[in-house]
């Protein structure tokens, strides 16, 4: 394996962060096909922000193709990938994160879901890889539009959503501004278990986010008392996170999750994340279902085209969510 990517240095130090838990949290796991399912995502949603979904009905042999087609793509020369680059932010990308100077170890494919409006960039990127690979990003993106549409369906459903399939309908309606990640951690021979940072914390600004990857280890989340605690891999089974949008929306009832990703590896690292975004227009405030009468929401309205321009112009770990604070 031939190594892609410079070391990067960091001012973090996160291989003495005496708040790493070494036990692995028990993340909820939800059977999506559980007649209470929508109980325990709600429940899941304000204790952690994270759930594991199992039971998603996603072939799996989708999965093995989408997988195998991105690593063929990250294998490729630097010069081919660079062809898809710089990220706009969409596009292949490497080392950078954002354009406010995060830096990862990592290397990437950020793709709009809604085709025309990264036109350049996603042909690009298909460009470099055969047809097949196009193929299967369109049907995985489907099929992530309808497993973030049904968890917002069953959270409409649990908590009486007034009016019907609002949140659902964000993530369905074509004009849906979502986006696909395809993250690629590469192998670290030096120096022996010192941990880098590979995607640093932050929380997702839009309204779910499902994530699914290879069976390396990695990923970390905040709990509420400050500390990380790892989340196992599981290759046949997505998480999911909630963002900041869902945050705001249900009035602070489910918290976005912070998250980040070490590496400190032999094994590389491939992870897919969808993150469905309402459309650009959509006012996000507070649901008045979820106001207690005669009290007033605890955010203010911003379209999500303002909120996320913003979030394009903060640094990864900012906290974000100060804009919306009355
Ligand atoms: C975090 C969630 C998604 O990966 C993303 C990221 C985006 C990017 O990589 O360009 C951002 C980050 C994410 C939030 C703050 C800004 C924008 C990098 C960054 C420093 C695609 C998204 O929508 O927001």
């Known amino acids: 394996m031939v190594l892609l990517l410079q070391p990067v240095t960091f001012n973090s130090d996160v291989n003495v962060n005496p708040k790493c838990k070494p036990s692995p949290v028990p993340v909820p796991v939800i059977d999506l096909t559980n007649p209470d399912a929508k109980t325990d995502i709600v429940k899941a949603c304000e204790e952690l922000g994270f759930f594991k979904v199992v039971n998603h009905g996603v072939r799996p042999d989708l999965l093995t193709q989408l997988e195998e087609e991105a690593n063929k793509f990250f294998a490729l020369s630097l010069s ?52 097949i690979f196009r193929e299967v990003v369109e049907e995985y993106m489907e099929e992530m539009k309808g497993m973030a549409s ?15 399939e609002k949140l659902s309908k964000l ?19 030096e120096p022996p278990d010192k941990e880098e940072i590979g995607f640093g914390e932050h929380t997702d600004p839009q309204l779910v986010s499902m ?15 400050g500390s990380w605690v790892s989340v196992p891999p599981d290759h046949s089974s997505f998480f999911v996170s909630v963002g900041d949008t ?34 650009l227009t959509e006012k996000i405030a507070p649901m008045s279902c979820l106001v207690p009468e005669q009290e007033e929401g605890l955010y203010k309205e911003l379209t999500w085209s303002q909120y996320k321009s913003y979030c394009y112009k903060t640094k990864l770990g900012d906290y974000r969510l100060g804009l919306f604070e009355k």
């Open 80 to 131: 081919l990938k660079e062809k898809a680059g710089p990220p706009d932010p969409f596009g292949y990308g490497s080392k950078r994160i954002g354009s406010s100077g995060d830096m990862g170890w990592i290397e990437y494919i950020l793709l709009n879901a809604n085709h025309h409006l990264s036109f350049t960039k996603t042909t690009a990127v298909f460009q470099q890889a055969p047809a």
């Open 150 to 164: 049904k968890v917002l369906e069953m959270v409409e459903e649990e908590l009486s959503i007034e009016p019907k």
């Open 246 to 279: 869902l945050q705001v929306m249900t009035n602070g009832r489910f918290k976005s999750v912070r998250h980040r990703v070490l590496t400190n590896t032999k094994r590389s690292r491939l992870s897919m994340i969808y993150f469905a975004g309402p459309p």
């Open 171 to 189: 993530v369905k309606v074509k004009e849906s501004d979502s986006c696909l990640r395809m993250n690629h951690y590469p192998e670290k021979e």
């Open 211 to 225: 994530l699914r990857s290879n069976d390396t280890e990695g990923l970390q989340i905040c709990l509420k008392d």
